[in-house]
Antibody, heavy 116, light 107 residues
Framework: QVQLQESGPGLVKPSETLSLICTVS????????WSWIRRPPGKRLEWIGY???????DYNPSLKSRVTMSVDTSRNQFSLNLNSVTAADTAVYYC??????????WGQGSLVTVSS | EIVLTQSPGTLSLSPGERATLSCRTS???????FAWYQQKPGQAPRLLIY???SRATGIPDRFSGSGSGTDFTLTISRLEPEDFAVYYC?????????FGPGTKVDI
């Protein structure tokens, strides 16, 4: 059974970089696409982007200038970095298997608050 | 960006009843790239349907999806107690993929 778990700071200061890691168990990270999705409070789910073990990535145009994703196959993990954060980046961040849609499974989610 | 609208916002039903959830897209979407998810409080979303009508692995056959163009439907034939949750639709035929606001199915 494939399981995903997000980890990282729950509080990030404005203008700093939000960094999250997703650890995958029960499956190899190689050969699959992996995505980050978020839900700001009171708003809809928003796809942030995906990465692949080959190194390929694609990002939501609305966030592209601030996002970097990568895969660490040795640790079976993939990561999200979002720089220059503001309060609008406060959200529950999910990692999931998949590229552009039909995501499954998902992690439980990690609440990240942007505040000084 | 394609906008998804789900109706109703809340559906109040009893176990054993049939639930019909609707999702409308602002532009036509290929049914190959349409999905439904279920989310319960404190849990991760779970993929139910992909390709508009294909059940994901392990999903009971009381869940079915249909639709094309701009109108899609998720039907739960007979509600079980564990089906009371929020359901989201998603299109991923036009990038970026976008999600609906959700329909809450409660007792």
């Amino acid at each position: 059974q494939v399981q995903l778990q997000e980890s990282g700071p729950g509080l990030v200061k404005p203008s700093e970089t939000l960094s999250l890691i997703c650890t995958v168990s029960g499956d190899s990270i190689s050969g699959h696409y992996w995505s980050w999705i978020r839900r700001p409070p009171g708003k809809r789910l928003e796809w942030i982007g995906y990465t692949h073990s080959s190194g390929s990535t694609d990002y939501n145009p609305s966030l592209k200038s601030r996002v970097t994703m990568s895969v660490d196959t040795s640790r079976n993990q993939f990561s999200l970095n979002l720089n220059s954060v503001t309060a609008a980046d406060t959200a529950v961040y999910y990692c999931a298997r998949g590229s552009t849609g039909a995501y499954g499974p998902w992690g439980q989610g990690s609440l990240v608050t942007v505040s000084s | 960006e394609i906008v998804l609208t789900q109706s109703p916002g809340t559906l109040s039903l009893s176990p054993g009843e049939r639930a019909t959830l609707s999702c409308r897209t602002s532009q036509s979407v290929s049914s190959r790239f349409f999905a439904w998810y279920q989310q319960k409080p404190g849990q991760a979303p779970r993929l139910l349907i992909y390709g508009a009508s294909s059940r994901a692995t392990g999903i009971p056959d009381r869940f079915s999806g249909s639709g094309s163009g701009t109108d899609f439907t998720l039907t739960i034939s007979r509600l079980e107690p564990e089906d009371f949750a929020v359901y989201y639709c998603q299109q991923y035929g036009s990038l970026p993929g976008t999600f609906g606001p959700g329909t809450k199915v409660d007792i």
